[in-house]
């Protein structure tokens, strides 16, 4: 989810939508979200055309983008959220990407891709299963607390809706974890 690209707006690259909030003036951050112009579905594919997404807000870190098609209608959220400590300044963050959500959209699905920089799992909820659990931080726990606030789930974290692998991120130094959603 972090592009470091400085483009903003709607671009089209090989078959696919571009939508991009840009990153800081020092390279941080930046946020993109791809769609196939052309969707294949069980019947006629879906054809995806610029006057069917619009971006509702974007910053280095949060990027929301409304799908409304005459078959489909979808909010999407793409997070990049801090990778700080202070829980004082994750919970602020939490707090405003809440604020930014598009009250008119609440009611809307919402599909959220999220670099969440935190481990969850070890506690469970109707938003969050244990399925790859991680123990969980306090990065994590903000996330947490945000998606039950919201209704929203993580389907990779319970078994019935993930196959695979876990790790989604993976240290220079060989490390790795569980922090895209």
């Not at 078959?15 to 019947?43: F, N």
């Not at 610029?50 to 959220?77: C, N, Q, S, W």
């Not at 707090?95 to 670099?115: E, H, K, M, N, V």
């Amino acid at each position: 989810q972090e592009t470091r690209c400085r483009k903003v707006g709607h671009e089209f690259f090989e078959g696919y939508h571009v939508l991009s909030a840009k990153a800081t003036s020092r390279g941080h951050g930046g946020i993109q979200l791809w769609i196939a112009q052309v969707i294949p579905t069980q019947g006629e594919p879906l054809h995806i055309t610029h006057e069917h997404l619009r971006i509702l807000y974007g910053d280095e870190r949060r990027l929301f983008v409304r799908l409304r098609h005459p078959r489909l209608a979808l909010l999407f959220i793409v997070l990049h959220a801090p990778c700080c400590d202070d829980e004082q300044e994750i919970q602020q963050w939490w707090s405003s990407t809440s604020a930014l959500f598009p009250g008119q959209y609440r009611t809307w699905t919402c599909a959220i891709l999220c670099d969440s920089n935190g481990r969850l799992g070890s506690i469970t909820s109707k938003a969050v299963g244990g399925f790859g659990a991680e123990q969980e931080t306090i990065r994590g726990a903000a996330f947490h607390d945000w998606l039950v606030a919201h209704s929203l789930i993580l389907p990779q974290t319970f078994v019935e809706s993930h196959h695979g692998e876990h790790d989604t991120w993976t240290h220079a130094e060989g490390s790795q974890g569980r922090l895209d959603f």
